[in-house]
């Protein structure tokens, strides 16, 4: 009689908490802010092309904004420079698109926005990067403007998946540039977890009401590092000591990466 209780006890009450509870910890966000705007162009950010800068990363000044630096995008082997689309301070030190279809685009007042590359706006004009005059207007306009640009994976375009899964895809921790909806930019990273391509955007979209998401290099060019006055944090594969293969970095700097409103709303609030 007490073992026929306790098999009713088990299946009546403990095997569906159990149950309720895996399905809770499988709904939970994967991955983490590195940052969140607080409020469009509230921070800055800027391209740095290492080659150029000697592979010099300068400590945070006493009294600095916060700041952010990570991994841009992919770095060719055999010319060590950036892969892909390439403007530095309006210079077209790479102007050939690769097949990926999005673009970085970072202007001299700090601001970014990240867009389809047959659709990249710039003052008035929006221009197909694929086509070869549009592509020479913008490089044209690029230079006067002083701007930044680089090339990689678009992978949510207008807040829809711009991928598809892909069978046995390898898994890696991953890294994304972001914009929201109301155009504030953002950096998340999936660790702990390893994820595909297709895996990661979708992690990413169920937690924020994304518009557009970018791929960030990583693997064997995975370096992250957030640093405040007072003190410098690895948050990647990599640290200075070992930048050397990184032809590019993305840094942010702002008076507060994740500012206490905007991690509590950008981690509570559904996409939409």
């Avoid at 469009?40 to 630096?69: H, K, T, Y």
């Avoid at 710039?122 to 005059?133: I, N, P, S, T, Y």
């Avoid at 994976?153 to 829809?160: A, D, T």
């Avoid at 405040?228 to 640290?239: F, K, P, R, S, V």
Wanted: net charge negative; with cysteine.
């Amino acid at each position: 009689m007490p073992l026929m209780i306790a098999r009713m006890m088990l299946s009546r009450f403990l095997i569906p908490l159990i149950c309720l509870l895996a399905g809770s910890a499988l709904a939970q966000p994967t991955g983490r802010l590195l940052f969140v705007e607080e409020a469009p162009g509230s921070a800055a950010l800027r391209l740095r092309f290492l080659p150029e800068e000697n592979g010099v990363i300068d400590d945070l000044p006493p009294g600095a904004f916060e700041r952010l630096l990570v991994t841009g995008t992919y770095s060719s082997g055999d010319d060590f420079r950036p892969e892909g689309f390439v403007i530095r301070q309006g210079d077209p030190t790479r102007p050939y698109p690769q097949g990926w279809d999005g673009l970085l685009l970072a202007y001299a007042d700090g601001r970014a926005d990240i867009f389809e590359l047959g659709a990249v706006r710039l003052g008035d004009e929006v221009f197909d990067l694929r086509d070869k005059a549009a592509k020479w207007r913008f490089v044209e306009l690029a230079r006067l403007a002083g701007v930044s640009a680089v090339q990689s994976h678009l992978l949510i375009r207008e807040g829809v998946l711009d991928l598809r899964p892909v069978e046995n895809a390898r898994r890696f921790h991953r890294r994304i540039l972001f914009q929201l909806e109301d155009g504030r930019l953002g950096i998340w990273d999936s660790r702990p977890q390893t994820l595909t391509l297709y895996e990661a955007a979708q992690a990413l979209q169920k937690i924020l009401p994304v518009r557009m998401a970018l791929n960030l290099d990583m693997g064997a060019y995975d370096f992250c590092e957030r640093a405040t006055a007072q003190a410098a944090e690895n948050c990647g594969l990599l640290d200075r000591s070992r930048i050397g293969p990184l032809t590019n970095v993305i840094e942010v700097s702002a008076p507060k990466l994740l500012p206490e409103t905007v991690s509590q709303a950008a981690e509570m609030e559904p996409a939409r």
